[in-house]
């Protein structure tokens, strides 16, 4: 039978964090909903958790950061492992938005800083995160403040400041883009004489690559007067945030970009000036909260993870997840890496395979989420990557599960109808279709009525009940959130 008050923990774990095992998801129920959602924003790593100097013993190359895929891995590792979901879902979430990555800054050190940045900074005043954004080395060398000099003013910041990051198109004119660019001219990074090929051979090994930092260079700031969005003066880029941040459409842009993260799937962004919110009122709703709050986004989540527009069935897999949430959160059920793992390498990269190369996204837009994660080569991968992972026996959450499943239905042997719902349970689905269910059951009584003979270890129960998770991985209720 379905647990009501399970099946919402496990929505908001899905949600606001890569997933839960079927026991974390009891442990979280008898709290009650709001202590758990409190609890997300309290949370710390556990400190018998391995620290990140212990795990950099275990991969060198996460400290070295040489490659193009350790940064990501070293990130993965974290989703899965992590005592504070909600941080590292944050980051993902900033990193979708405020994107760079490895086709411009060919320097792992530099992207994986930024990340963290986000964890630290991303759930607080979005005015700060807007400064420590504009101060990010990556995103400097990745939208050209490095070449925004007084005289000699580049756009790119203060353009998609306006368009990507903030308020949208439409809400602001090109003089304002270029009056913003002016406000950042001399917000640069210090170690400049890095930025040539050298970058490429910066390798103090085994201490890893060489970081950039912001500097501040006032000489080659313009401190003209200026004229942004109505307001007049010797502007700089704190100015620029501030009046950016004041604006309704600024409270309404991040708003939808967190609906359609945590509630449900939004157009893309280049869409939304034609398109209207799929929940005008929520979006109104956050809104007001961004304004009355001080643009904190911790107030903004907390709001939107207790609101009704969130707990509602009908919002229940409405978002397809992103490759990294996928794999987090199979990855979380089979328990596979509770420690670092040189396998976690070639696991990353399967992601690159469904689409979402973590810190590499396809341009400054990021990624475009929702059903465009879906197409006919990243539907095999997404599928074969959850089976392959939820039916692998030797994985100690797979071996968990099933002993679950076997142990409810008793002496008398194996049901398919109860073995299908055991199953669902344990995996946290709540919700599948009578189509699904009918396929999943015929599928498990073929298995059941097979003789067991074949099985290399005499384990034929076992196995059975493995290739029903594997095949529960397949459905399109297990690649929503």
Not at 140 to 159: C, K, Q, T
Request: aromatic fraction near 10%; proline fraction near 4%; charge should be negative.
């Amino acid at each position: 039978m379905s647990d009501k008050n399970i099946d919402l923990m496990a929505h908001l774990m899905r949600r606001a964090g890569f997933g839960a095992t079927r026991k974390k998801l009891k442990e979280l129920a008898a709290e009650g909903y709001e202590n758990s959602v409190e609890e997300l924003f309290k949370a710390v790593e556990n400190p018998n958790r391995l620290s990140d100097n212990l795990i950099r013993r275990y991969h060198p190359e996460y400290s070295g950061m040489m490659g193009n895929q350790s940064p990501g891995a070293n990130w993965m590792y974290r989703m899965v492992s992590t005592d504070a979901p909600l941080r590292e879902k944050v980051g993902l979430m900033w990193h979708g938005i405020f994107a760079t990555g490895y086709s411009k800054i060919p320097n792992g050190k530099v992207l994986h800083d930024q990340i963290r940045m986000f964890e630290r900074h991303g759930m607080g005043s979005f005015k700060n995160l807007l400064i420590e954004l504009s101060k990010d080395p990556a995103m400097i060398v990745w939208l050209d403040n490095s070449e925004n000099h007084n005289g000699s003013v580049n756009e790119n910041y203060g353009r998609e400041l306006l368009e990507l990051f903030s308020m949208g198109v439409g809400n602001y004119s090109e003089k304002d883009v270029k009056e913003a660019a002016r406000a950042f001219t001399g917000w640069t990074i210090g170690n400049t004489e890095y930025m040539t090929l050298k970058c490429m051979r910066d390798s103090v090994w085994p201490y890893g690559r060489l970081s950039f930092h912001f500097e501040y260079k006032e000489d080659d700031h313009d401190n003209g007067d200026k004229e942004f969005l109505g307001h007049k003066g010797n502007l700089n880029g704190e100015d620029i945030v501030d009046i950016i941040c004041k604006e309704p459409a600024t409270a309404a842009f991040l708003s939808r970009h967190m609906y359609s993260f945590f509630v449900a799937d939004e157009a893309p962004v280049p869409e939304w000036p034609y398109k209207p919110p799929r929940d005008p009122d929520a979006i109104n709703a956050l809104s007001k909260v961004y304004f009355e709050s001080g643009y904190d986004i911790a107030a903004m989540l907390r709001f939107l993870f207790n609101s009704e527009f969130f707990k509602a069935e009908e919002a229940r897999y409405q978002r397809v997840k992103s490759p990294a949430e996928l794999m987090a959160g199979v990855l979380k059920l089979t328990e596979e890496f509770e420690r670092p793992k040189n396998e976690m390498n070639p696991t990353h990269l399967q992601a690159t395979y469904m689409g979402q190369w973590l810190l590499n996204p396809p341009s400054v837009e990021g990624w475009h989420w929702g059903t465009e994660w879906i197409d006919s080569g990243a539907l095999v991968e997404r599928v074969n990557f959850a089976s392959e992972r939820l039916g692998n026996l030797s994985s100690p959450g797979v071996q968990t599960i099933i002993d679950h499943i076997i142990s409810n239905n008793g002496d008398s042997g194996l049901v398919a109808e109860d073995v299908v719902e055991d199953a669902l349970s344990e995996l946290c689905i709540d919700q599948v279709s009578e189509r699904t269910r009918s396929a999943l059951v015929a599928f498990t009584k073929t298995q059941l009525d097979q003789d067991g003979s074949s099985s290399s270890n005499g384990d034929s129960e076992r196995e059975k009940v493995a290739s029903v998770l594997k095949v529960i991985g397949a459905t399109p209720e297990f690649q929503r959130a």
